[in-house]
């Protein structure tokens, strides 16, 4: 199956860094992907960050990674904020709210969900549920169902965006991953198709099925969010399981990058 | 169809008062239904409150009501609880509590969920999911959508219920309506058998279908969280649909407690 590729596509949270720290031996694993000159996108549906305070943090950490590089689910619900004309109703963390500085947000006829702590109690969920229930349309950044705190696993808002879904009969529009829109429009911003890309992530659904049913190999890291035994149900199977990122990029540059 | 019947099971809030008022005529309706010596129950869904604090609320908005002809969701929650030795972490509102007392929660092995403003946060609900995921049984008091508050509809338990369920892949145990044993339950108290019963209530599919499906006739009203259409995608149809209360009680006693 070894075949060249073009692309990597690499998760952030679970994946390179847990909050404030790296995952061990990631900071040189990514140094030695970017000398094989393959092109990278970080992708991410970390929505409680903007894409400058992400980068910000990334570059705190120690990583070297150009703000350009990353891909955020916030990106994508801007986009289609924007070309729908909505003007949403925001669960979403207020770091997060800097990327819709130039939405209206008055008079709401959407509802936007994110990964958003503060927002998640009684009367933000009965204010969405009743502008859902006037038929304004649910737009899930993503639907996680939790992901990794420092101290153990923190519930993600594909609970809150199910039980928004519950209780109104609607059914959320999903921008983030892991939608193949998601996948392949961060492709198109390094001119690759999915069958020259890799994905690897930490969270067996959303980064590496999603990669997956969307044309890319997947590669599933054991960090993170992971679990032992995810792999078991996964459909389609991960392409390889790496113990983390190190073993993953050295993975890749094995298979795939290796001059021949 | 016109039958004798022996009991009727009546809903509380949203069909005889909304928060800390009657339904215009609940209270003389009440009155009248009483008269025919029909047995009564009212079997509610309401965990923000124990039976004793629903009751005194009852008793101070004009209704002739005795504590023990109230059947709640708490009662068969404590019941389940007892019988598996459960230890549950409880999202219930404080003032339920109180039915909980004599049961052990310390070291959680279940989840237990009412309806819990107070609880329904992203700590409350990250802690209920750790618990799920080593395991243990996820419990619901009931699964509501919403329900109606005096400022407009709020969201019911069942939302949170469900975004549990969604994270963690593990299905509740439901004990209120719309459960058949719920309903069996309440009219075993009465000595009656579920085709002598008809029960009233504003939720079309927790009153209204869920006693249809355990054998009962079904009267919906149109006051509390009814709104327009809901009986449309009924399955099965209400046996009748009724403005109010009122209107209800007078259909039952014209058409199944006439004397002939």
Redesign the interface.
Known sequence: MARRIAAVLIDLSGTIHIEDAAIPGAIQALKKLRSSNVKIKFVTNTTKESKRVLHDRLVRIGFTIDKEEIFTSLSAAHRLIESRKLRPYMLIADAAKEEFQDIDTKDPNAVLVGLA??C????H??KA??IL?DGAPLIAIHKS??YKRQD?????P???V???????GCKAEVVGKPESSFFHTALEELGCSASEAVMIGDDVRDDVCGAMKAGLQGVLVRTGKYRPGDETNAEPRPTFIAEDFTHAVDYIMENYLRMV
Chains 1, 2 share one sequence.
């Open positions: 702590p503060e998640f109690d009684y009367e969920m009965t549920m009743r229930l169902r939790y153990g696993l923190a519930i993600g594909g609970a809150f199910t039980g928004l879904e519950y209780s109104t």
